[in-house]
């Protein structure tokens, strides 16, 4: 890699569109998630650039109308695991080889596609697979993935643009960043089609070569994904797709000597896991891989007496309950003080029983099913004790039903111990609850905040007091990876809000950033010699 300067075209965020009526976009869309519902599509798995199907099919439903049938996906085994490291391996010398610009270009010219002809398809794949009305979709699949694209890309050339001082005469110095030596595996979650783009994308925008596992319950929309990739000209055995279980995929993976590194996002849990086997393994690796991981969060509102009630409601409205609060940053715990408590609770009541809930076809739905009959029972059961617990009591909401769609009621608990279970731990749904504190006792509420959760990953203050957001900046330093002022704690923007939490909710490595994009880089430094000494002997050693 030489020390020229890298080019690219501006990033610019992707613009959402409004979906609103009479709208040439919401048209295409209906449309098209008719045309999906009422098809039947066999996804393979994708191994060396080609379809691989197998006897074993499993069928896909929506979550909000799980008894309809919109697809089967063919279930591979270890054995093509292996084959997927196989195609890796062997793509990587010419991927690595091939210059970034024309790396660039693939990864740009799907960002087009998603933002251009796929666009309908996209969303309808996320709203129909995953649930999300049509703005979370928007957001999700098409902008966010599209800024994953383009501002990677900018990134990248940032990255190999990293080249030190030209200080010392006769010699050039230079640094090369080069791909890890091996393979990567991506492990991709549910709730984020952008996410399930990105984590094997980036790795191979940087010049490596990758297994990509996504969520059984997102292989509608990965499937989608995959022909844009080769659509926009991906060479075969770059990124494999391989739909397997996870410790089916994991004794492979982990287990060969060639694996440089994993790129995950999904629960503590599973990541602490990961990170054993691989500390047992490691013996067994060419090179120490790399482990880059966001998972859980119990994501934090806390208002300062001096906070806007309408802001508070508005921020736990959204931050709480946009896409069922299936997402990792979503605010699952407010601390209130008691003199906004009234105000803020009939306005939060008010706000939720004019949610209306249901299939995602209906636009006019603010809510939507959970993804699955797993996490639908984990959620209620959270709900049901809470309902006969004497610490907490379900304040707002609380019912649900899956005889058609796996629907639950944004569900408000009350607690009244600051060390109540769904206060500390992770649900994954529409469930938030709230701690009523003494308005004397924020800077104690603060360090309450900072000591209930392992997790760091999304918290806000809502203060219109200065002192009170300094303070509370200060105080919980550790306690959030993307913190918010004054705005509700979701909805990190490539770009501009690098994303990623610590303590047990990753390693912070920012998706969105350059700081994520050099972990998928090996740098080699270089130094030449252009007039090399012929005498072993320094002045120094000279008697006059």
Known sequence: MSNAFFKTPPAKNEPILGYLPGSPEKAELKKTIRKFMGEKKDIPMYIDGKEVRT?????????????????QYHKGDANHVKQAINAALKAKHDWSNLPWEERAAIFLKAADLMAGPYRAAMNAATMIGQ????????????????DFYRFNVKFMTEIYNIQPPETSPLVWNRTEHRPLEGFVFALTPFNFTSIAGNLPSAPALMGNTVVWKPSNTAIYSAALIMEIYEKAGLPPGVINLVLTSGPEAGD??????????????????????????????????RTYPRLVGETGGKDFVIAHPS???KAVVTALSRGAFEYQGQKCSAASRAYIPK????EVK??????????????????????????????????????????KDKDASVIIGGKSDKSKGYFIQPTVI?????????????????VLTVYVYDDNKFEQTLEIVDKTSPYALTGAIMSTDRQAIHLATRKL???????????????????????????KSGTNDKSGSLFNLIRWTSTRTIKENFVPPTDYRYPFMQEK
Request: hydrophobic share 35%; with cysteine; proline share 4%.
């Open 131 to 146: 649930s999300k009305n049509v703005f979370q979709a928007e957001i999700d699949c098409v902008c966010e993935l599209v």
């Open 346 to 387: 009939e306005s939060l009541e008010a706000n939720i029983e004019s949610f209306k809930m249901g299939d995602v076809e209906d636009f006019s739905n603010f809510i939507n099913a959970v993804i699955d009959e797993k996490s639908f029972d984990k959620i209620t059961s959270y709900i049901s004790a809470a309902k």
């Open 55 to 71: 006897k074993k099919t499993f069928n896909i439903s929506p979550p909000h109308n799980h008894k309809h049938i919109i697809g």
């Open 414 to 430: 009350q607690a009244n111990n600051p060390a109540y279970r769904t206060l500390c731990e992770e649900i994954f749904g529409p």
């Open 477 to 503: 330093v550790n306690s959030a990876g993307n913190f918010y002022i004054n705005d509700k704690p979701t909805g990190a923007i490539v770009g501009q809000q690098p994303f990623g939490g610590a303590r």
């Open 252 to 285: 492979v993976i982990f287990s060969h000597p060639d694996f440089a590194g994993i790129h995950f996002t999904g629960s503590t849990e599973v990541f602490n896991g990961v990170w054993k086997t691989i500390g047992d393994n490691v013996s067994k690796y």
């Open 339 to 342: 003199s906004l408590w009234k």
């Open 307 to 309: 906070a806007d009630v």
